[in-house]
């Protein structure tokens, strides 16, 4: 049996495909899945056994140049591998009008999410079939969900298995223990407080760990060259294609992280995890994995669900963080999370 996904984007929503995909493999022998995905993140589907081919697209990139005759040209070939065989079944796992698009494209049996369950609602109308799948669960139930309806087998139970095969992942072990940092994100207001970051790094550094700094922005790397001025054991990483962060991530004693697609990939690598959030709702949404811990503000507003914060102080209170709900969660408080739940208790102060 041959199915096409259709998950085009972002990171984090990519990585909560796998496990569905690895129920299937379980549930279906022989099955083999081809993927059509954004060419940014084309990597990470190959590191799943089940999948046999990726399609990449570029719609980021040729929304900005839709005329242009590289854009055309690149349309035609995209276009050309989508028709080059007929499938069992395509599944939208996006439920976007573009997905639904382009799953419509492909050959076979085209499903997704109904109309009470589909992120845009038109895109239902462009499917074959369609499966309502509450909204009140976390992305990766949803999915698993999505998958079992339109396969035809039961929802393992137990913890999701994003099946990453980490032997194409695994480099020499390192003898220094080390944490990596994941400080960057999109949202503002995801945004633990530099000033934070600067005391997590110092508390680590005097328990022995040497902390290495992830960046995708100059912006990011900015930050993380401040963070790393004030600690005697802190390293800027190189900037790092996904395949390179990786494997750092793998060989880490643990990863401190914001709401970012990156801290999903630690999530499916199954490295121990704290995951920081203000606006955001990991419920919904979070990293899910068997070494995660979720660390949330305790905020009026929290969680606003804002990319600008939306807090109304009427209390007269002075906040040095900004937004002021990470105020609620301390550098203390996520290396005492950090020392309980992932390192050994010889870390413990």
């Known amino acids: 049996m041959h199915v096409l996904i259709v998950k085009t984007s972002s990171m984090g929503d990519i990585i909560h495909t796998l496990p569905a995909i690895t129920d299937a493999a379980s549930a279906i022998p022989n099955v083999k899945f081809d993927w059509v995905v954004e060419e940014k993140f084309a990597e990470i589907p190959h590191w799943h056994p089940a999948v046999d081919n990726v399609i990449k697209v570029a719609w980021r990139r040729w929304r900005k140049q839709l005329l242009s005759a590289t854009t055309r040209a690149e349309w035609r070939s995209f276009r050309q591998s989508l028709n080059s065989k007929k499938y069992d079944l395509i599944i939208d796992a996006q439920g976007l009008i573009k997905s639904a698009l382009f799953s419509r494209l492909a050959k076979g049996m085209c499903c997704g999410f109904a109309s009470d369950s589909v992120r845009e609602r038109l895109a239902s109308f462009l499917y074959h079939r369609s499966f309502s799948v509450a909204r009140n669960q976390h992305a990766v139930t949803r999915l698993r969900y999505l998958f079992s309806q339109a396969l035809g087998y039961q929802v393992p139970a137990g913890i999701p298995n994003y099946g990453i095969d980490k032997n194409k992942l695994l480099t020499e072990k390192k003898d220094e223990d080390y944490l990596v940092f994941l400080h960057g994100t999109t949202w503002q207001t995801k945004h633990w407080p530099e000033e934070y970051w600067t005391e997590l790094a110092k508390k680590a550094n005097q328990a022995g760990l040497i902390v290495k700094l992830a960046w995708g922005s100059e912006s990011e790397m900015k930050r993380a060259e401040r963070i790393a001025a004030h600690c005697s054991r802190a390293v800027l990483l190189p900037r790092l294609d996904l395949l390179g962060m990786a494997k750092t991530l793998l060989s880490a004693k643990a990863v401190i992280t914001v709401d970012t697609g ?22 919904l949404t979070g990293a899910l994995g068997r070494t995660q811990v979720h660390l949330s503000t305790t905020f009026p507003c929290s969680p606003c669900l804002s990319r600008e914060c939306i807090y109304q102080n009427n209390t007269g209170t002075t906040f040095s963080v900004n937004p002021p709900c990470f105020s609620t969660l301390t550098p203390h408080a996520v290396w005492s999370a950090l020392c309980v739940t992932c390192i050994d208790n010889a870390l413990q102060d």
């Open 262 to 283: 990156l801290g999903h990939l630690a999530a499916a690598l199954d490295v121990p995890t704290i995951s920081l959030y203000g606006p955001t709702n990991p419920e």
